[in-house]
């Protein structure tokens, strides 16, 4: 019997992308795999149930590089013992440890103190308040984080203004930006950043469903 996945994405732009990624493989059953956006700090949870035929939940987004050696476009997996299955990739796949905060980590001294202090490679708002209500229904979770900043990249509170709660940008905001060439600089950084870790996250969300999938027909 294939595994029915459930996959849970903070924003609409992970949940695109993944999407798009799942269409285009053959060896997956899109049948058994439900996917929902949740919302930051998954504001969104409360309106969705644990399906019953769920075996697995996968928290896919992007996350926050807490640990030095962790790069852009690095993807960091909690949860799960299939990284051998996942085959080759053009980006590093990790295995460690995520932790969540209750508000941006935007400094880098904040990243560093929360590395020292919880041990985490990547951090996210969402991956406690995910696991507590999937315990309400037994069931695991994989939390897969791709990297969109790292440790030693801090993030000014006048880039953070420019983004919706959705992470699409404000474009009333964005204009008086424009006059100001080094945040002009470090948007478009970011703005890079998250487009690699979108790709990549999407990339290893679907070699994972697959792997999910094809171990439960073995």
Do not use: Y
Request: charged fraction near 20%.
């Amino acid at each position: 019997m294939t595994s029915h996945v459930m996959i849970l994405s903070p924003l609409p732009m992970e949940s695109r992308a993944i999407k798009r990624r799942l269409a285009l493989s053959p060896l997956i059953d899109l049948k058994n795999v439900s996917l929902h956006t949740i919302g930051v700090r998954a504001s969104g949870l409360a309106r969705i149930s644990v399906p019953t035929e769920a075996t697995i939940i996968i928290l896919a987004g992007l996350g926050g590089g807490l640990n030095s050696s962790v790069r852009v476009g690095d993807v960091v997996i909690e949860g799960s013992d299939r990284l051998d299955q996942l085959g080759a990739q053009k980006f590093r796949v990790l295995a460690g440890p995520v932790c969540m905060s209750e508000t941006v980590v935007a400094t880098v001294a904040d990243k560093r103190s929360l590395c020292e202090s919880s041990g985490a490679m990547a951090v996210d708002m969402e991956c406690d308040t995910v696991r507590q209500w999937a315990a309400d229904g037994r069931k695991p979770v994989i939390v897969v984080r791709a990297i969109s900043d790292t440790a030693d990249q801090p993030l000014p509170v006048q880039i953070l203004r420019l983004f919706k709660r959705d992470g699409s940008l404000r474009p009333s905001a964005l204009l008086p930006a424009l006059w100001r060439p080094r945040l002009v600089g470090e948007l478009f950084r970011l703005r890079r950043g998250c487009r690699l870790a979108c790709e990549n996250l999407a990339v290893t969300v679907s070699a994972l469903v697959e792997a999910l999938q094809g171990s439960s027909l073995i």
